[in-house]
């Protein structure tokens, strides 16, 4: 690659960060109103209590938990796939990787938004945290609630340095490239970072340990959540499958999510010489993969349950097929796999607008997954003088759409202040492989024996 | 930090001024080469493959697996109550936190040894041209002697560049 075509890269991808239109701070202002609505909406719920919710009585968890399985699902679009795809050394995920990445730190933090949300006192969520009361009583480490702080912080963690460890040579390439006072923002934040092979050498050597230590984390993770459903007798949900259920659906939302966050960046940004049809193709054939997984889970969870025919599981099981939540379960069969089979399995199909159609509505379909595997259950639970329904309130409806508005907002922010697409990981992409003569391989060889 | 240096257009300019330099007798930890961009392809970049990060993840990783030990032990055997029918000590849920710990060692271990072996962060930056961030690639000779500047000079110039610059 020549010093044009490294220069090319470089105004291309920073020019998102020199640039910006009177387009992005509207889209700032009707973000940032939804997501003050939002929080308007949750101080209102805590002064008058989770009264003004839909949530009562057997029907605890609804919106809110859904929403925390949601986010957490959509999180493994990025870390998870970012890992293995360098695990595995795919040359073409180098503009995909961050892209990714970004969903992952920004999803885990807004789904561990809410348990908080749904606690009757929100400001003390720390008694979660592994320490001792006056008395010297810790937190019961036994309960599922207790793993998924452990999970997730671990999870978040694992994210954020995956996430910002391959940023510091970028923050590098800001801090030359940029003037005023973001480069003194930038001469911060790159650390005094040089670029000495030593330290790309450690660099790539962390990063690949890294990658080996989240891909267990991020399954842990999304195994654990379905853990808080699965230890509970309740009909449905205490299921040996519910582990790899749920990690199939976080990797399958996951991905959807990550198609569509990388059609609106190529759109927006202009970055068409960046984000090929490839990239969208082969992320089409994953989800493809995932769309089946999902489909096969369903259908052996359903199988066994009605096998079985177990009189508290059968009215779940029916409530969902014919009853009240029948039109939103086949809503969700339509949006995982009626529609997004087809789309992702015919060649012709699989183009960039389709790949978006298909992510769409499965972005939705999960959602409803995450729905249906909460609401019926509790709200169909053993006894039958006990059966209720939920209606969702205006307040968790507000707060539900300010997460999903905070997520676009919080997305744009970062696209405005770090290049969206790795820089130095893109540029590696398109090295040439040098040929040696023997002669320079043996000389060489000698240099690196010498005392 | 005294130093002399060129800046070169592609990497095998720079693998040969290498490859000169070494030819000339100077030792390969007075050689720094300095890019934009990692260039596994080159032997220039060879010189620190070899790691002890792996080593040390996995201690990181036996360190947090202890505290998940000693944490789900000791908080449980503090004040004992039997929840959920489960013994006092019950390993299938400890095994969880003993894990998610294991590897939250194991990242944090990676990331402090990286930050460490590549003395980050830090204020100075004793040989940088910001060229190098336009895809330059600098080969840097530390600590020159005095008599050997001009012939370092030369060798460096052999590669066909006009630009030798020297710090301070």
């Known amino acids: ?70 986010w957490i699902g959509i999180s493994h679009a990025g870390t998870l796939i970012s890992a293995i795809l360098r695990l595995v050394n795919a040359t073409w995920r180098r503009p995909v990787t961050r892209c990714a990445e970004v969903i992952t730190v920004f999803a885990l933090m807004i789904g561990a938004l809410f348990p908080i949300i ?35 912080s671990t999870y978040l963690t694992g994210s954020t ?21 973001r480069r003194k923002i930038y001469s911060v934040l790159a650390l005094g970072w040089q670029g000495t092979t030593k330290q790309w050498h450690r660099l790539e050597a962390a990063m690949q340990i890294m990658a080996i230590a989240i891909v ?38 996951g991905i959807a999510a990550l198609i569509v966050a990388m059609a609106i960046l190529r759109k927006v940004l202009h970055l068409e010489q960046y984000l090929h049809p490839l990239h969208f193709q082969n992320l089409g054939k994953l989800l493809l993969l995932m769309s089946l997984l999902w489909g096969y889970f369903t259908f052996s ?36 796999f ?41 709200a169909t639970k053993n006894l039958p003088y006990t059966w209720s329904y939920y209606r969702p309130q205006p307040v968790e409806i507000m707060i539900t759409i300010a997460t999903f508005a905070a997520m676009v907002l919080l997305y744009t922010l970062f696209s405005k202040a770090v290049p969206i697409i790795s820089v130095w990981e893109l540029k590696v992409g398109k090295h040439e492989k040098p040929v040696p003569s023997a002669a320079e391989e043996e000389e060489r060889e000698l240099w690196r024996v010498r005392p | 930090m005294k130093a002399i240096y060129a800046l070169f257009n ?44 792996f080593w040390i993840a996995a201690g990181g990783g036996t360190l947090g697996l202890l505290a998940g030990l000693g944490l789900t032990y000791f908080t449980a055997t503090a004040w004992p109550i039997v929840t959920g029918g489960m013994p006092i000590v019950a390993w299938w849920p400890n095994i969880i936190i003993m894990f998610e710990l294991t590897m939250l060692g194991a990242i944090l271990a990676t990331v402090v040894s990286l930050f460490i072996t590549t ?34 000079e030369r060798t460096l110039r052999a590669s066909g560049i006009e630009d030798v610059k020297q710090v301070p």
């Open chain 1, 161 to 181: 340095l995956f996430l910002l460890l391959p940023i510091i040579p970028d923050f590098a390439l800001m801090r030359d490239q940029m003037s005023g006072w």
């Open chain 2, 119 to 152: 003395e980050l962060p830090t204020k100075q930056r004793p040989i940088y041209d910001p060229e190098v961030s336009r895809g330059k690639i600098m080969v840097a000779v530390e600590e020159p002697k005095d008599n050997e500047v001009a012939r370092l």
């Open chain 1, 338 to 378: 009626v529609i997004p089979f087809p789309i992702l399995a015919i060649r012709k199909l699989r183009t960039i607008t389709g790949c978006v159609i298909a992510s769409s509505t499965i972005v939705v379909g999960m959602w409803l997954e995450r729905f249906l595997i909460i609401v019926p259950s509790l």
């Open chain 2, 10 to 53: 592609n990497p095998d300019s720079a693998q040969q001024a290498v490859d000169d330099l070494r030819r000339d007798g100077v030792p390969d930890n007075s050689i720094t080469v300095i890019t934009s961009q990692p260039y596994e392809e080159y032997e220039f970049s060879h010189r620190y493959k070899p790691t002890w990060l």
């Open chain 1, 118 to 152: 749904h606690l009757g006192r929100p400001w003390l969520f720390f008694w979660l945290m592994p320490y001792p009361n006056e008395r010297g009583l810790w937190p019961n480490l036994r309960s599922p609630l207790a793993w998924d702080f452990f999970a997730i």
């Open chain 1, 1 to 70: 690659m020549n010093l044009q075509a490294e220069q090319k890269i470089n105004a291309d991808l920073l020019r998102p960060l020199r640039h910006t239109s009177f387009k992005f701070y509207l889209l700032v202002a009707f973000l940032g109103t939804i997501i003050l609505l939002g929080a308007g909406s949750w101080f209102y719920q805590m002064s008058n209590g989770l009264a003004v919710a839909g949530i009562k009585w057997p029907i605890f968890w609804a919106f809110y938990i859904t929403n925390f399985v949601f």
């Open chain 1, 216 to 253: 267990p984390v991020a399954v842990s993770v999304h195994t654990i959540v379905s853990f808080d459903f699965s230890m509970s007798p309740v009909p449905m949900w205490h299921s040996t499958i519910f582990g790899p259920y749920f990690v199939v659906g976080a990797i399958f939302s």
């Open chain 1, 301 to 336: 969870e359903r199988l066994t349950t009605w096998y079985g025919n177990e009189p508290s599981e059968m009215a779940v099981f029916w409530e969902t097929q014919t009853g009240s939540y029948a039109p939103l379960f086949w809503t969700m069969v339509f949006c995982n």
